[in-house]
C-alpha cells in the first residue's frame, strides 16, 4: 500500500525571488480588474494579457533556453502559477500551451517541432487547445474512435473532439486520434498529432455554451482534415502513453485547489467587516484547507523536481482540492445569508453567483472524480 | 526536500516496533476494563520516548517536534493505552521553565480553554488551587505538570499526586481517563514561562499533539479497512473490488493524507519559529478533527455490521477519534480562533500571510 506521506518541502529561495517579479507585473497589468472577473480563475481568457505574459518571461520558464525558454526550475514557475491565480489573472488563453502542450513538445516532439514551436508558446504568440474527449469517449480516453488515416505526406482526420476549450480561438490543438484500429489492446494504435487549426481545411468548430452562458469549449468535426507528417507527436501508434505523462503534468498544481481562492478573498473580506462566530469559522475552516493543500501541493512539485514519480499523489491532490473547491461556494452559501447576483450584486455576490456555477466542472475536468478515486484505489492496493 | 532528521528516522522504527509488538487486542480489551498497564509503561520509559522534547542534558532525547510528532503519531495509530502524549507534554511543558522531568507516568492539567489553576508563593515554595476537568489519565498518574498564573505571571508547576483529590472519575468515548482533579496543595516546583513562549499558545501546542495522534488513528482504521475489504468476501468476490467501496476507501486516504500533512507542517513550523506556529498549530487540530469524523465514518461503513461489534477492534480507533476531534479544542473552536486573526487583516493580507509562513 501507498504511503501517502506528503513531507514537508521548502520552495527554494530562487523560486521565491520570482514573487516580487510577477506581483508587480500583476499589479501593474490587473489594477483595474474587477472582482467579478477575477473569479473565474484560470477560466478567465485574455489573449492579450497572455502576450503581455510572455513579453515579460512568464511563459515557457521551464523550457530550455535554446528554444526561447527561461531554463527555470519547477519551482520557480510554481511561484509563477500561484501568484496568477491568488491574482485571478485571465490565464485561461495561454494555461494549456504552457503548462502541458509545451513540455510535451519538448519531451517527443521533433528538433524541428520544437524550433518551429516552443519559442513562440514561451513569447506568447500561440495557444493551444486539447483534443481529447469525443462524443462517446469521455473518461474511457483510450476507446476513442476520430481516425488519423495514413496519406500522402501526412494523415486525414475524420470524427469530432468535444470539449476542447478555445478552439474557436486559439491556434492549435494536439490531438489523440485512432491511428491503428487493427490492434489487441485499444490503448495501442492511438497517435498524437498536432494540428493547425487556423490553416487547416476541413475543421468546423461549433461552440458549446455552459451552463453559466460561457463559450469556453466546442465541438471539433473533422473531415478529410489533413495534417502534415511533421506534425505528427512522439511515435505512431504510442499516443497512449505520451497522454499519460501529458496527464500527470496537471494533476497536482496550484489550480486543482485554487479555482474558488476569489471567493474565499470576498468572503473573509466580508467578516472582516462583521465578523460574526459562523463566518469566522468558515474562514477559519476554509483556510486551513487551502494552506493544508498548498503544503501538500509543494511537497508533489518537490518529488517532481528530485525526478520522483508523484503520479499518485498527484491524484490525492485533486481528489483533496476539488472537494475543497466545491465547498468554497457552499459554505459561503450556507453562512452569509446572501442571495448570488451576477449582474448587479457587489463582489462577494457576484463572486458566489460564478464560482456556485463554474465549481461543477471542477471534478469533471482533467479527469473525473471517480477515475481520480480508482487511481487512488490502486495505490490502496484494492485494484 | 527538508529531510528527515536522523533521529526522526530512529526514533520512528523504535516506536513503530515497540508499539506494534505490545499493544494488542488484549491489551486494549484489559485497558479499557482498568487494569494498569505498567510493562507497557516500562517499556516506553526504557526507550526513553516520554522524554522526547526534554533536552539531552538533562537527560533527555533532545528531539524537536519533528521527532515528537513521529512518537506522539504511533502513540495514536496504534491506540497505546497509557498517558505517553500526556507525558511528551509534560517534559515539554517542564523543560521549558528548567525543571526535571520526573522518571514516572505524568500527565497535564488543565486541560481546558476555559479553566486556570492558580500557582501562589508559600513560603519558600508554591501552593496549587483550583479544579481542573476532563484531566487525561488523572487517576493513573502520579505526577502532573500544571500550568497557571503564579502573581498574574504564567508559570509551570511539577506537582505530585498528594496536591490533588481526586474529585470524579470520567471517560472518553474510548474509556481513557478524564478525571476532574481538585488542587490545594504544595507544588514539587515551580519556574516562571520564559518570555519567548506565548502562554495562549500552551493550549495550541496540545491541540497539535492531539492531533498527531487522531493521524496516527487514522492510519490504523485506513490499514484495517482496506484490509477488510480485501478479506470480506461477498457476491463471489472481496468487496474492495467493487467500485462503490474503493471510491469511498480512496476518499478515506485523502483525508488521512491531508491531516498527516497538516501536522507535519505544524511540527515544522514549531520547531523553526515556536509560538509562533500559531496559525499552522490551529491548521493541524481543524484539519485532524475534521479527519477523524470523515474517516471513521467510511471506516465503519466500511466494515459493516462486524464493525459496530466490541469484537472487532476497528472501535478502539474509532472510538478514539470520535474523543480526540473534540479534546484540546474541536475543529470549530479553532475554525473560529484562525478565522477572527484572518478576519482582524481582512482578504487583501491573506495571501501574503499565506505564503509567508514558515
Given at each position: 500500500m501507498h504511503s501517502f506521506r506528503f513531507e514537508p518541502a521548502d520552495l527554494p529561495p530562487e523560486a521565491e525571488a520570482v514573487r516580487a517579479d510577477i506581483r508587480a507585473f500583476l499589479d501593474k497589468n490587473l489594477a483595474d480588474y474587477p472582482a467579478a472577473m477575477r473569479a473565474r480563475s484560470w477560466s478567465g481568457f485574455d489573449p492579450e494579457f497572455s502576450a503581455k505574459m510572455g513579453q515579460a518571461g512568464f511563459l515557457g520558464m521551464t523550457f530550455p533556453k535554446q528554444y526561447g525558454g527561461h531554463g527555470k526550475t519547477a519551482f520557480e514557475r510554481y511561484v509563477m502559477l500561484e501568484e496568477v491565480l491568488a491574482a485571478g489573472a485571465p490565464v485561461a488563453a495561454h494555461w494549456t500551451a504552457d503548462r502541458q502542450s509545451g513540455p510535451l513538445i519538448l519531451e517527443f516532439g521533433t528538433e524541428e517541432m520544437k524550433q518551429r514551436i516552443i519559442p513562440r508558446i514561451t513569447k506568447g504568440e500561440i495557444l493551444f487547445c486539447i483534443g481529447m474527449s469525443e462524443p462517446d469517449s469521455g473518461s474511457d480516453l483510450a476507446s476513442v474512435r476520430t481516425r488519423a488515416t495514413r496519406t500522402n505526406g501526412g494523415w486525414l482526420i475524420n470524427g469530432s473532439k468535444i470539449w476542447t476549450s478555445g478552439a474557436h480561438i486559439v491556434d492549435y490543438m494536439i490531438g489523440l486520434f485512432r491511428s491503428d484500429s487493427n490492434v489487441e489492446r485499444k490503448h495501442d494504435g492511438l497517435s498524437q498529432l498536432l494540428i493547425d487549426l487556423r490553416n487547416t481545411d476541413g475543421i468546423s468548430i461549433r461552440p458549446i455554451k455552459n451552463l453559466a452562458g460561457e463559450e469556453h469549449f466546442n465541438e471539433c468535426v473533422f473531415e478529410d482534415a489533413f495534417v502534415p507528417d511533421e506534425n505528427l507527436i512522439g511515435t505512431a501508434g504510442q499516443g497512449w502513453s505520451q497522454v499519460m505523462a501529458e496527464l500527470a503534468?496537471?494533476?497536482?498544481?496550484p489550480e486543482r485547489y485554487m479555482s474558488s481562492y476569489q471567493l474565499i478573498l470576498e468572503l473573509l473580506n466580508a467578516v472582516s467587516k462583521e465578523t460574526t462566530p459562523a463566518g469566522a469559522i468558515a474562514v477559519g475552516r476554509l483556510v486551513a484547507h487551502l494552506a493544508t493543500l498548498r503544503n501538500m501541493s509543494i511537497s508533489v512539485a518537490a518529488k517532481l523536481q528530485a525526478g520522483e514519480d508523484p503520479a499518485l499523489d498527484g491524484s490525492v491532490i485533486k481528489e483533496l482540492g476539488t472537494l475543497f473547491e466545491q465547498s468554497v461556494p457552499l459554505i459561503t452559501h450556507q453562512t452569509m445569508e446572501r442571495e448570488p447576483s451576477?449582474?448587479?450584486?457587489?463582489d462577494l455576490g457576484r463572486t458566489l453567483a460564478y464560482v456556485t456555477q463554474a465549481a461543477t466542472s471542477f471534478s469533471v475536468r482533467g479527469g473525473t472524480r471517480e477515475i481520480v478515486r480508482g487511481i487512488i484505489a490502486r495505490g490502496l492496493g484494492l485494484r | 526536500m527538508s529531510g528527515d532528521s536522523e533521529l526522526r528516522t530512529i526514533l520512528s522504527d523504535q516506536v513503530n516496533r515497540l508499539l506494534a509488538d505490545r499493544v494488542g487486542k488484549g491489551v486494549l480489551e484489559a485497558a479499557e476494563a482498568g487494569a494498569p498497564q505498567d510493562q507497557l509503561w516500562q517499556a516506553i520509559e526504557e526507550n526513553g520516548l516520554p522524554m522526547v522534547l526534554v533536552p539531552e542534558d538533562r537527560g533527555?532525547?533532545?528531539?524537536g517536534w519533528g521527532e515528537a510528532e513521529v512518537v506522539i503519531r504511533a502513540a495514536g495509530k496504534y491506540l497505546a493505552p497509557v498517558p505517553l502524549v500526556e507525558s511528551i507534554l509534560a517534559g515539554w511543558l517542564l523543560s521549558n521553565v528548567g525543571l526535571e522531568m520526573p522518571l514516572a507516568p505524568i500527565s497535564i492539567a488543565p486541560v481546558r480553554a476555559d479553566e486556570a489553576l492558580s500557582i501562589t508563593k508559600d513560603g519558600g515554595g508554591y501552593r496549587i488551587s483550583g479544579m481542573a476537568t476532563r484531566v487525561p489519565w488523572g487517576r493513573s498518574v502520579e505526577r502532573l505538570a500544571i500550568f497557571g498564573r503564579c502573581e498574574g505571571e504564567p508559570y509551570v508547576a511539577l506537582v505530585d499526586s498528594d496536591a490533588w483529590t481526586v474529585e470524579l472519575e470520567d471517560r472518553n468515548i474510548a474509556a481513557e481517563p478524564r478525571d476532574s482533579l481538585r488542587f490545594n496543595g504544595p507544588a514539587v516546583a515551580a519556574a516562571p514561562l520564559p518570555d519567548s513562549i506565548n502562554p495562549d499558545r500552551l493550549f495550541a501546542f496540545c491541540a497539535m499533539a492531539r492531533a498527531s495522534q487522531i493521524a496516527g488513528a487514522l492510519e490504523m482504521a485506513l490499514e484495517q479497512s482496506v484490509q477488510y475489504a480485501n478479506d470480506r468476501s461477498q457476491f463471489g468476490t472481496?468487496?474492495?473490488?467493487f467500485q462503490a467501496v474503493q471510491q469511498e476507501l480512496a476518499r478515506m486516504a485523502g483525508e488521512v493524507a491531508a491531516a498527516g500533512a497538516a501536522v507535519e507542517a505544524a511540527c515544522r513550523a514549531a520547531d523553526r519559529v515556536g509560538s509562533g506556529a500559531g496559525f499552522e498549530l490551529a491548521t493541524a487540530k481543524i484539519r485532524a478533527s475534521e479527519a477523524a469524523s470523515i474517516v471513521a465514518s467510511i471506516a465503519h461503513q466500511t466494515h459493516g455490521a462486524m464493525g459496530f461489534t466490541y469484537e472487532h477492534s476497528l472501535h478502539f480507533a474509532t472510538r478514539r477519534l470520535w474523543s480526540w476531534r473534540a479534546e484540546f479544542g474541536s475543529e470549530t473552536y479553532w475554525a473560529e480562533h484562525l478565522g477572527r486573526s484572518l478576519a482582524a487583516h481582512g482578504g487583501a493580507a491573506l495571501w501574503t500571510h499565506l505564503v509567508g509562513r514558515a
Amino acid at each position: 500500500m501507498h504511503s501517502f506521506r506528503f513531507e514537508p518541502a521548502d520552495l527554494p529561495p530562487e523560486a521565491e525571488a520570482v514573487r516580487a517579479d510577477i506581483r508587480a507585473f500583476l499589479d501593474k497589468n490587473l489594477a483595474d480588474y474587477p472582482a467579478a472577473m477575477r473569479a473565474r480563475s484560470w477560466s478567465g481568457f485574455d489573449p492579450e494579457f497572455s502576450a503581455k505574459m510572455g513579453q515579460a518571461g512568464f511563459l515557457g520558464m521551464t523550457f530550455p533556453k535554446q528554444y526561447g525558454g527561461h531554463g527555470k526550475t519547477a519551482f520557480e514557475r510554481y511561484v509563477m502559477l500561484e501568484e496568477v491565480l491568488a491574482a485571478g489573472a485571465p490565464v485561461a488563453a495561454h494555461w494549456t500551451a504552457d503548462r502541458q502542450s509545451g513540455p510535451l513538445i519538448l519531451e517527443f516532439g521533433t528538433e524541428e517541432m520544437k524550433q518551429r514551436i516552443i519559442p513562440r508558446i514561451t513569447k506568447g504568440e500561440i495557444l493551444f487547445c486539447i483534443g481529447m474527449s469525443e462524443p462517446d469517449s469521455g473518461s474511457d480516453l483510450a476507446s476513442v474512435r476520430t481516425r488519423a488515416t495514413r496519406t500522402n505526406g501526412g494523415w486525414l482526420i475524420n470524427g469530432s473532439k468535444i470539449w476542447t476549450s478555445g478552439a474557436h480561438i486559439v491556434d492549435y490543438m494536439i490531438g489523440l486520434f485512432r491511428s491503428d484500429s487493427n490492434v489487441e489492446r485499444k490503448h495501442d494504435g492511438l497517435s498524437q498529432l498536432l494540428i493547425d487549426l487556423r490553416n487547416t481545411d476541413g475543421i468546423s468548430i461549433r461552440p458549446i455554451k455552459n451552463l453559466a452562458g460561457e463559450e469556453h469549449f466546442n465541438e471539433c468535426v473533422f473531415e478529410d482534415a489533413f495534417v502534415p507528417d511533421e506534425n505528427l507527436i512522439g511515435t505512431a501508434g504510442q499516443g497512449w502513453s505520451q497522454v499519460m505523462a501529458e496527464l500527470a503534468f496537471e494533476r497536482s498544481g496550484p489550480e486543482r485547489y485554487m479555482s474558488s481562492y476569489q471567493l474565499i478573498l470576498e468572503l473573509l473580506n466580508a467578516v472582516s467587516k462583521e465578523t460574526t462566530p459562523a463566518g469566522a469559522i468558515a474562514v477559519g475552516r476554509l483556510v486551513a484547507h487551502l494552506a493544508t493543500l498548498r503544503n501538500m501541493s509543494i511537497s508533489v512539485a518537490a518529488k517532481l523536481q528530485a525526478g520522483e514519480d508523484p503520479a499518485l499523489d498527484g491524484s490525492v491532490i485533486k481528489e483533496l482540492g476539488t472537494l475543497f473547491e466545491q465547498s468554497v461556494p457552499l459554505i459561503t452559501h450556507q453562512t452569509m445569508e446572501r442571495e448570488p447576483s451576477p449582474d448587479h450584486g457587489d463582489d462577494l455576490g457576484r463572486t458566489l453567483a460564478y464560482v456556485t456555477q463554474a465549481a461543477t466542472s471542477f471534478s469533471v475536468r482533467g479527469g473525473t472524480r471517480e477515475i481520480v478515486r480508482g487511481i487512488i484505489a490502486r495505490g490502496l492496493g484494492l485494484r | 526536500m527538508s529531510g528527515d532528521s536522523e533521529l526522526r528516522t530512529i526514533l520512528s522504527d523504535q516506536v513503530n516496533r515497540l508499539l506494534a509488538d505490545r499493544v494488542g487486542k488484549g491489551v486494549l480489551e484489559a485497558a479499557e476494563a482498568g487494569a494498569p498497564q505498567d510493562q507497557l509503561w516500562q517499556a516506553i520509559e526504557e526507550n526513553g520516548l516520554p522524554m522526547v522534547l526534554v533536552p539531552e542534558d538533562r537527560g533527555g532525547v533532545g528531539g524537536g517536534w519533528g521527532e515528537a510528532e513521529v512518537v506522539i503519531r504511533a502513540a495514536g495509530k496504534y491506540l497505546a493505552p497509557v498517558p505517553l502524549v500526556e507525558s511528551i507534554l509534560a517534559g515539554w511543558l517542564l523543560s521549558n521553565v528548567g525543571l526535571e522531568m520526573p522518571l514516572a507516568p505524568i500527565s497535564i492539567a488543565p486541560v481546558r480553554a476555559d479553566e486556570a489553576l492558580s500557582i501562589t508563593k508559600d513560603g519558600g515554595g508554591y501552593r496549587i488551587s483550583g479544579m481542573a476537568t476532563r484531566v487525561p489519565w488523572g487517576r493513573s498518574v502520579e505526577r502532573l505538570a500544571i500550568f497557571g498564573r503564579c502573581e498574574g505571571e504564567p508559570y509551570v508547576a511539577l506537582v505530585d499526586s498528594d496536591a490533588w483529590t481526586v474529585e470524579l472519575e470520567d471517560r472518553n468515548i474510548a474509556a481513557e481517563p478524564r478525571d476532574s482533579l481538585r488542587f490545594n496543595g504544595p507544588a514539587v516546583a515551580a519556574a516562571p514561562l520564559p518570555d519567548s513562549i506565548n502562554p495562549d499558545r500552551l493550549f495550541a501546542f496540545c491541540a497539535m499533539a492531539r492531533a498527531s495522534q487522531i493521524a496516527g488513528a487514522l492510519e490504523m482504521a485506513l490499514e484495517q479497512s482496506v484490509q477488510y475489504a480485501n478479506d470480506r468476501s461477498q457476491f463471489g468476490t472481496p468487496i474492495g473490488k467493487f467500485q462503490a467501496v474503493q471510491q469511498e476507501l480512496a476518499r478515506m486516504a485523502g483525508e488521512v493524507a491531508a491531516a498527516g500533512a497538516a501536522v507535519e507542517a505544524a511540527c515544522r513550523a514549531a520547531d523553526r519559529v515556536g509560538s509562533g506556529a500559531g496559525f499552522e498549530l490551529a491548521t493541524a487540530k481543524i484539519r485532524a478533527s475534521e479527519a477523524a469524523s470523515i474517516v471513521a465514518s467510511i471506516a465503519h461503513q466500511t466494515h459493516g455490521a462486524m464493525g459496530f461489534t466490541y469484537e472487532h477492534s476497528l472501535h478502539f480507533a474509532t472510538r478514539r477519534l470520535w474523543s480526540w476531534r473534540a479534546e484540546f479544542g474541536s475543529e470549530t473552536y479553532w475554525a473560529e480562533h484562525l478565522g477572527r486573526s484572518l478576519a482582524a487583516h481582512g482578504g487583501a493580507a491573506l495571501w501574503t500571510h499565506l505564503v509567508g509562513r514558515a
